[in-house]
């Protein structure tokens, strides 16, 4: 198994362009997370799907933010208009549920900086 | 509301030490805690989690942690550390708010050197 799949691995954008964000979970998990880490807010969960449904949105921090799971083999992350302090690491993660504590498979993240 | 907290920032060792880093929990019902690893530049790994049993949990790379349902800690633990075990570490706390969810809580991490 590949593992998560993050594209691209980095990007460097100007402060107003639109930057998006894209993930393939392991095959078979049907949850979906992304995350944001910085050194001054840590680990913070944005968003997450469940069969490609989104279930819990209240850590996307404004509009800016939108996120999407067309299928259950992909996802993107977009932020439009971007800015610099939206430059920060995402992390895509996936789980499965199975017998009720379960373990989440994190992506090597995205590095993202808005000059 | 399920919460971590990890209160070492930072955690110095020497190599063939014994190292201990810090977890206490706060939760309703019974805690469903892990631990996970990120070395620099990578994804967080998950090491091991606690969900019901033997209070002792082994995980991944010699880990171990410990955990006590009276001190509402889960600290992990491993007897001889290396160079290697150099990471950031995390602690975690599934969420059971709002129904059945698979959302973790992390702790902000703690920094692990271990020094030659």
């Known amino acids: 198994d590949a593992g998560v799949i993050q594209s691209p691995r980095h990007e460097v954008t100007e402060m107003g362009q639109e930057v998006t964000l894209r993930c393939k979970p392991i095959?078979?998990?049907?949850?979906l997370f992304w995350y944001r880490q910085t050194m001054m807010r840590g680990l913070e969960l944005l968003i997450y799907?469940?069969?490609?449904?989104?279930?819990?949105d209240s850590g996307m921090p404004e509009d800016r933010f939108s996120a999407k799971m067309p299928n259950a083999s992909f996802s993107t992350l977009k932020i439009q208009p971007s800015e610099p302090r939206d430059s920060a690491v995402y992390f895509c993660?996936?789980?499965?549920?199975?017998?009720?504590?379960?373990?989440?498979?994190f992506g090597p993240g995205t590095r993202l900086t808005v000059l | 509301a399920q919460s971590v907290a990890q209160p070492e920032d930072q955690v110095n060792v020497a190599e063939g030490n014994p190292l201990t880093v810090k977890c206490t929990y706060s939760?309703?019902?019974?805690?469903?805690l892990f631990w996970y690893v990120q070395y620099p530049n990578r994804g967080l790994q998950f090491l091991l989690k606690?969900?019901?049993?033997?209070?002792l949990v082994k995980g991944s790379y010699g880990f171990e942690a410990e955990f006590n349902k009276s001190q509402t800690s889960f600290h992990l633990k491993k007897p001889s550390a290396l160079v290697s075990d150099s990471a950031l570490y995390f602690c975690?706390?599934?969420?059971?708010?709002?129904?059945?969810?698979?959302?973790?809580?992390f702790g902000t991490g703690t920094l692990l050197a271990v020094q030659p």
């Open positions: 993660a996936s789980s499965f549920r199975d017998s009720g504590a379960d373990t989440q498979y």
């Open positions: 095959s078979g998990h049907d949850y």
């Open positions: 799907f469940n069969n490609n449904v989104p279930i819990d």
């Open positions: 939760v309703s019902g019974n805690p469903y």
């Open positions: 606690y969900i019901t049993g033997d209070n």
């Open positions: 975690a706390v599934r969420d059971i708010w709002g129904g059945a969810t698979n959302k973790l809580i």
